[in-house]
């Protein structure tokens, strides 16, 4: 990069700093003859790579390179660096550089990964803030090829990186200005409501006045600018600066917020990346979405941040560690180490239910002393023992805390099965943590074991052994007694299975008494890296996405079990090409932004938002063209659907009638569809789209603030404009709140009315073709309604009553502690009672919101006042509901009151 003379007068005046016309740099050779030396070279092997030394750096050694302090020392001018590093691409893994920056030894952030193309590949870092005084291990900067552990497969494949060259160029550029940028939303995820912002800090870190020109930008996941702004900075020397830029993003997905720094001579001088996302929140209050995730908290990973992502995502779920070995560290001796407690606090903060895992052994008590990693599973009784007493005071030290407890992970395999216990072994173990914990926690579930081959005929044959085991010795199989019910892995790439090999395993579990037990799938998950035929394959973060949403949505729609954990919330680490590194929704905790959304995140943010209200779940059609679930609220006004087509090419047609839809992409992108006035035509591809189908209705949403109720109403069937006559009476009969409203633009009305402690208050809205009462309590939360709705006409002061071809009864009851309740209908004239019916819940309709009966309206036409009420019963009149009462008027009508 040529150096501009004008720009050295503009920005240095001040400085009384000689520059060189051009760039300097340094090199090594692993030949020899370079100007860039290799501290300790005696010390690391060379090869030959294509005729061509090459030095040979691995096993987490650091290769440490200093450049001479003749061409650099210190970087008072903070010149640009550039340090390239020339490679074989072979094997697997990542390599990483560490310099001296003016902040001390600092990683660079963006790791270079080895996916083993057997080419030579060259890796250049560039570097704006160097200092390069010695202060890495003696030298300036180091190159690290670290050896992971994770799976055998990554052993398997590793090998140390050759490296034939690396250089250091030292641009004639100062970077005078650093830049960080930050956001109020964790991850840098903006759900809905969040304001979507970063606050830019600048510093010039010189002695003298600088300007800098400066670039915001916002790209897609593919590159394209979706937001740019331009501005000009000028700097007094040691100045500092903060702009707040919002970004101006308004389609859900994942983003990437650029600031890029230039001198008066359009030379490059800085370039900062932070990742950013929009995404849908799905935090539905009362619903359980029935998805769930493993976090790895209990790694001493931040929780707090990561629990709210969860809970807004609509991730009402955690499956968590609470390690034995940690937990009781001395004999009998009880420590909640502050990770397990944190994410115990976090969680409860969130709202969000815990499954704690129980694991793993405990070398206090286990025979296999020498086996540090306590993956021996209790197997005798004075080991079963140990284990129950674990869980007990577990248990006992987070009271209300935690939901379920999981009886150890995947015993069926050797790698957390070290001393090979047996299938009845550890049904034995289940049922000494039963005998436990039972009677002093009988609202906690037992489930077992995390089998990890759930959905293969080995994990079966070994699920089978342990599921009829004789765990009491009176000659019958009995762990069903002893546990609420069995938890599965499975990694699967063909969500068709869930029906094949998912059956078998209910099945199966059917036949030793387990039909009404749950079924928790505790891991399930997709991860970007696979490897496939000898070479590493990069799936992709979209693709792992898609999988996600549609092997969830298959869960779900299938009733494959009760709760579905999804493995796991961020990376495991910073390499693509490291599989077991990989499954997260977000990125991982050592990322430059921690726990920065992934696209899996936001697809599944949007999954819940659009099903994650839903309870019933239904397949429609289910085929490689084509699969469509249907998922309806239980309050029967919304309908979910989940498409996709696993060849790509599948056409599906939505029949409507007066409902309203809205088509969503995978991550809850408006979308749309032709519509031929019957039905809508969904062309469906491989990503999942959705339709979300509402029925018009009438809905009060009601909550507390600052000592007054305030009422949200949406009328479905009201036109804009339209008048509402709004009563409220406390529960001695007084009216509180009077006033005559008007429907918005967008259907809905809004007031608010002061509320006493301990009272409950009776709302009524009447209008032109429905009246409805809400009965509330003093914190806002609605007990019951009851509608009153004219077919064929309206109600109210407009016109008769009588006039109707029928009236419609509408009740809904909002405390599901009310599972049976009366309706009454009564005719009154001169005060006298002429005409009355009791109708039964269950001579209703249920639609799956409300109940609904319809009734012939010549039953009120001699009466002056018609009556409508909710009891919990006919025998005991206790009245949900104040009611609604029609009183008719002196033009014929009925007015509501």
Not at 653 to 666: A, H, P, Q, R, S
């Amino acid at each position: 990069m040529r150096f501009k003379l004008r720009t050295v007068l503009i920005c240095f005046a001040f400085l009384c700093i000689s520059f060189s016309v051009s760039a300097q740099s340094a090199e090594y050779l692993p030949s020899g003859g370079g100007t860039l030396s290799l501290i300790g070279e005696k010390g690391f092997k060379k090869t030959s790579v294509s005729g061509k030394s090459a030095v040979i750096i691995g096993d987490s050694a650091a290769a440490v390179f200093n450049v001479g302090d003749d061409m650099i020392f210190g970087n008072a001018e903070r010149k640009k660096v550039t340090v390239s590093v020339t490679y074989l691409d072979e094997g697997g893994g990542f390599f990483y550089l560490t310099y001296d920056s003016f902040s001390g030894a600092k990683e660079y952030s963006d790791f270079e990964e080895i996916i083993g193309t057997q080419t030579v590949k060259t890796r250049s870092f560039t570097l704006y803030d160097a200092k390069f005084a010695n202060s890495v291990s003696g030298g300036d900067f180091s190159v690290t090829m670290p050896k992971r552990k994770y799976t055998t497969v990554a052993d398997a494949y590793y090998k140390p990186l050759k490296v034939l060259n690396v250089s250091v160029e030292i641009s004639d550029e100062s970077c005078p200005v650093t830049v960080s940028a930050t956001t109020k939303s964790p991850g840098n995820i903006f759900f809905d409501g969040d304001v979507r912002a970063f606050d830019v800090s600048f510093e010039n870190k010189f002695s003298v006045d600088a300007d800098v020109n400066v670039k915001y930008e916002a790209t897609g996941i593919d590159g394209s600018v979706v937001f740019a702004k331009t501005d000009v900075l000028s700097f007094s020397a040691g100045g500092k600066e903060e702009v707040n830029i919002p970004v101006g993003v308004k389609k859900y997905g994942v983003y990437t917020f650029n600031v890029y720094l230039t001198d008066n001579g359009g030379n490059d001088i800085g370039s900062y990346s932070y990742k950013f996302s929009v995404c849908p929140a799905a935090n539905y209050e009362g619903y359980d979405s029935q998805i769930g995730i493993c976090p790895h908290f209990n790694w001493g990973r931040e929780c707090d941040n990561g629990t709210y992502i969860i809970k807004n995502a609509g991730i009402d779920h955690i499956r968590e560690g609470y390690n034995w070995a940690t937990f009781e560290w001395k004999k009998g001796y009880y420590d909640e180490k502050p990770a397990m407690k944190n994410y115990l606090d976090a969680a409860e903060k969130y709202g969000i239910d815990v499954l704690a895992l129980a694991a793993y052994g405990n070398t206090l008590y286990s025979p296999k002393v020498e086996d540090p990693s306590n993956y021996d599973i209790p197997n005798t009784n004075d080991y079963r023992t140990a284990y129950a007493n674990y869980v007990y005071n577990m248990l006992d030290k987070n009271r209300g805390r935690i939901k379920v407890v999981e009886i150890w992970n995947e015993p069926d395999i050797p790698g957390f099965n070290k001393n090979n216990a047996t299938p009845e072994d550890c049904a034995r173990l289940v049922k000494a943590v039963y005998d436990r914990i039972h009677t002093d926690f009988p609202d906690v579930e037992i489930c077992a074991f995390a089998l990890a081959n759930a959905y293969n005929s080995k994990g079966l044959e070994w699920l089978e052994k342990a599921v009829k085991t004789d765990t009491d010795g009176d000659g019958e199989y009995d762990l069903y007694k002893y546990c609420d019910g069995i938890s599965v892995h499975h990694y699967i790439g063909d969500v068709k299975r869930i029906s094949t090999d998912g059956e078998k395993l209910k099945t199966l579990l059917a036949n030793y008494g387990f039909a009404d037990k749950k079924l928790y799938h505790t891991e399930f998950g997709y991860t970007e890296t696979i490897r496939s035929n000898g070479k590493w394959v990069y799936r992709g973060e979209e693709k792992q996405a898609s999988f996600l949403v549609k092997y969830a949505s298959t869960l779900r729609a299938k009733k494959a079990g009760d709760l579905f954990f999804i493995y796991d919330f961020s990376n495991d680490g910073p390499a693509e090409n490291q599989p077991e590194q990989n499954f997260g929704l977000v990125e991982g905790a050592m990322a430059d932004v921690p726990y920065a959304a992934k696209p899996a995140l936001i697809a599944i943010a949007n999954m819940n938002r659009v099903i994650g209200d839903c309870e019933a779940g239904e397949v429609v059609c289910d085929g490689n063209d084509l699969a469509v679930y249907k998922f309806t609220k239980d309050t029967g006004e919304k309908t979910g659907y989940v498409m996709f087509s696993e060849n790509g090419s599948g056409v599906y047609n939505l029949y409507v009638t007066d409902e309203k839809v809205i088509f969503y992409d995978m991550y809850g992108n408006e979308i749309l569809f032709g519509f031929d006035g019957e039905k809508y035509t969904v062309d469906v591809g491989t990503n999942p789209v959705y339709a979300v189908v509402y029925t018009p209705r009438d809905e009060c949403k009601m909550y507390l603030e600052n000592g007054r109720i305030v009422v949200n109403g949406t009328f479905s069937f009201g036109d804009a404009g339209e008048k509402i006559g709004a009563k409220v009476f406390d529960k001695n009969g007084q009216l509180v709140y009077l006033n005559q409203l008007e429907l918005s633009d967008e259907n809905t009305v809004n007031f608010s009315f002061s509320a006493k402690n301990g009272e409950e208050y009776t709302i009524l809205l009447g209008m032109k073709s429905r009246t409805s009462v809400y009965v509330t309590s003093a914190e806002g939360k609605g007990k019951a309604k009851i509608s009153i709705e004219k077919n064929g006409g309206e109600i109210g002061d407009l016109f008769s009553l009588a006039s109707a071809e029928s009236i419609s009864i509408c009740a809904e009851i909002f405390d599901r502690a009310v599972d049976n309740f009366t309706v009454a209908a009564a005719a009154y004239k001169n005060g006298a009672l002429c005409e009355a019916r009791l109708i039964n819940k269950n001579d209703m309709a249920f639609d799956g919101r409300r109940y609904t009966l319809e009734i012939a309206s010549d039953t009120f036409k001699d009466a002056d006042t018609a009556g409508f009420y909710i009891f919990n019963s006919a025998d005991t009149i206790m009245p949900i509901d104040k009611g609604i009462k029609l009183v008719k008027t002196k033009q014929g009508g009925f007015s509501a009151y």
